[in-house]
C-alpha cells in the first residue's frame, strides 16, 4: 500500500500488545469490516500510481505496520468513517471513474483485501464484475500476502482471471524484521513469501514490493536470497520510497525502528 497519498487520520491510537498473532487479527478484523458479502469502504477516487488508476480504498488489516499510511483506520476499523458496500456497488463505482478518467486499471488499496474467506469472496464478485463489464482493465491487488500463504487454494482459485495483477508488499527480511516493523509474531515471517510462491504457481501476475527506508541495502539484500528460495525473481523486487509524513515518523520512532533516507 502506498504511502505517498495525504492521509487524514494522522494519531496512532492505542496499540494492541506486541507481538500480536495476525491470522487472528485477520478473522477478528474480517467481522468487523464484513456485512455479508458487503465490505466496508471509506472513498473512492483516482489516483496518479500505475500511470492512472481507480482506487477503492478500505479499512481494515491483519497487520499494523508502523510506516502505514492509514494506520489509525486500520488500528480501529470499527470506529472509521465510511459505509458498507456490495461487490456490485464497489464494481460499479471503480468503473465510473476508470471511464471518466480514461484509466485502464483499478484496485483496492488502504487496507488488506484478503482477510478470510468472506473477505476474499467480496473480492472476487468485484474483480469478477469489473472484468466481466470491461475485459481491457488491469485489476491490481495490493495485499500483504499472509492470508495467501496460510490459504494456498485462494490462489488456485484466482487462476481463472486473466487481467489480475498482485503485488505483495513485504515487511520484513527475517522474523525480528518482520515483528518490529509490522507489529506480528515473527514465527509467521515465511508466510507471506509462501504466498506469493502460491500466486506465481498458479500462473498469476504476482511480484514482491518492499519499502526501501526499513529495508535499507542490507535487509533488500537479504530478502533477494530468500526470495531465490523460494523461487521468486529477485528481478521481479520491486523498491518503493517513504514519505515522511510527521505521523509516519513518530509511529517508527514508537517501535524503535531506524529508517534509512536516500
Known amino acids: 500500500m502506498r504511502l505517498k497519498e495525504k492521509e487524514e487520520i494522522s494519531h496512532i491510537e492505542e496499540l494492541p500488545k506486541l507481538p500480536f498473532d495476525p491470522l487472528k487479527r485477520a478473522a477478528e478484523v474480517e467481522h468487523l469490516v464484513m456485512k455479508g458479502s458487503s465490505r466496508k469502504y471509506y472513498r473512492f477516487r483516482s489516483a496518479r500510481y500505475y500511470g492512472g488508476i481507480a482506487t477503492a480504498d478500505q479499512v481494515g488489516c491483519c497487520l499494523l505496520c508502523a510506516y502505514c499510511w492509514n494506520h489509525g483506520r486500520n488500528l480501529n476499523p470499527e470506529r472509521s468513517q465510511g459505509g458498507y458496500y456490495t461487490p456490485d456497488q464497489v464494481a460499479h463505482k471503480l468503473l465510473d471513474i476508470s471511464q471518466r478518467k480514461g484509466f485502464n486499471k483499478v484496485r483496492l488499496s488502504g487496507a488488506e483485501p484478503i482477510l478470510g474467506q468472506i473477505s476474499f469472496e467480496h473480492f472476487c464478485q468485484v474483480l469478477g464484475k469489473v472484468t466481466g463489464t470491461n475485459p481491457w482493465l488491469d485489476f491490481v491487488l495490493e495485499t500483504n500476502g499472509l492470508v495467501f500463504g496460510r490459504y494456498p487454494e485462494f490462489a488456485a482459485a484466482l487462476s481463472r482471471y486473466n487481467r489480475l495483477q498482485v503485488r505483495v508488499c513485504l515487511k520484513g527480511w527475517d522474523e ?87
Open 176 to 262: 525480528q524484521s518482520f515483528e518490529k516493523i509490522s507489529g506480528a509474531d515473527g514465527v509467521l515471517f515465511e508466510l507471506p513469501l509462501r504466498g506469493l510462491e502460491y500466486l506465481l504457481q498458479n500462473g498469476i501476475a504476482a511480484w514482491p514490493a518492499v519499502m526501501y527506508e526499513t529495508f535499507g541495502p542490507q535487509g533488500i539484500e537479504k530478502i533477494s536470497g530468500k526470495l531465490r528460495q523460494h523461487k521468486i525473481r529477485v528481478e521481479e523486487l520491486e523498491v518503493e520510497y517513504l514519505e515522511p509524513y510527521s505521523f509516519v515518523v513518530d509511529n517508527l520512532k514508537q517501535r524503535s525502528i531506524s529508517w534509512q533516507s536516500i
